[in-house]
């Protein structure tokens, strides 16, 4: 498993973006596709999009194409997403977790701690 | 885009066995993956590869998958499976959730 460490609370105005951090450590970076996953407050899980670590490709749920992009960085072992043109429906926690070797049939077997997005004008 | 539909509760009594259902279009055919969420936690994987168990989760918990559905059941339910339960699938290489089935333990 791996230990994933994300970035703090951010409230934004309609209209802005965010941008959202996830340190991975103790395990190899390399060796897990991180995904990011939203809560919006009392409502289910849903999926923005992921990134290879090894390549940086990535793919993006048919909902969000055009306002996210997940990146990484693999000097620092941290993943990143960002999300634009932001609306109050994109109040949410935002997840980062992680699929070892982009293997689907894992499933997800690290979270993050979560960070609250408000969106509030 | 593919939809997974949960029942929104299953109440169990304490020592019974709790099943909760998941079921979508050719879902055994596909991976099921399930969650259990605590409020303001995030979710633990408790069942990948439709059957299997991560390390430390209780036997209890076991796992399903054929023809349509999925079935998540705790046997033995004890008040700390408490929880909201999340199915999952994918499709086109995105995670596809269910909506959630909150457990509770009367």
Redesign the interface.
């Known amino acids: 498993q791996v230990l994933l460490v994300q970035s703090g609370a951010e409230v934004k105005k309609p209209g802005a973006s965010v941008k959202v951090s996830c340190k991975a450590s103790g395990n190899i970076f390399t060796d897990y596709y991180i995904?990011w996953?939203r809560q919006a407050p009392g409502q289910?899980?849903?999926?923005l999009?992921?990134v290879n670590p090894n390549n940086g490709g990535t793919?993006?749920?048919?909902k969000f194409q055009g306002r996210v992009t997940v990146t990484r960085d693999t000097s620092i072992t941290t993943a990143y997403m960002e999300l634009n043109s932001l609306t109050s429906d994109d109040t949410a926690v935002y997840?980062c977790?992680t699929l070892k070797d982009g293997v689907?049939?894992?499933?997800?077997?690290s979270?993050?701690?979560?960070t609250l997005v408000t969106v509030s004008s | 885009s593919y939809e997974l539909t949960q029942p929104p509760s299953v109440s169990v009594s304490p020592g019974q066995t709790a099943s909760i259902t998941c079921s979508g279009d050719k879902l055994g055919d596909k991976y099921v993956l399930w969650y259990q969420q605590k409020p303001g936690q995030s979710p633990v994987l408790v069942i990948y590869e439709d059957t299997k168990r991560p390390s430390g989760i209780p036997e209890r918990f076991s796992g399903s998958n054929s023809g349509n559905t999925a079935t998540l059941t705790i046997s033995g339910t004890q008040a700390m499976d408490e929880a909201d339960y999340y199915c999952q699938a994918w499709d086109s290489s995105i995670a596809v959730f269910g909506l959630g089935t909150k457990v509770t333990v009367l």
């Open positions: 995904h996953v289910g899980l849903e999926c999009g992921w793919n993006y749920a048919q997840y977790a689907v049939k894992y499933g997800f077997d979270w993050g701690q979560g």
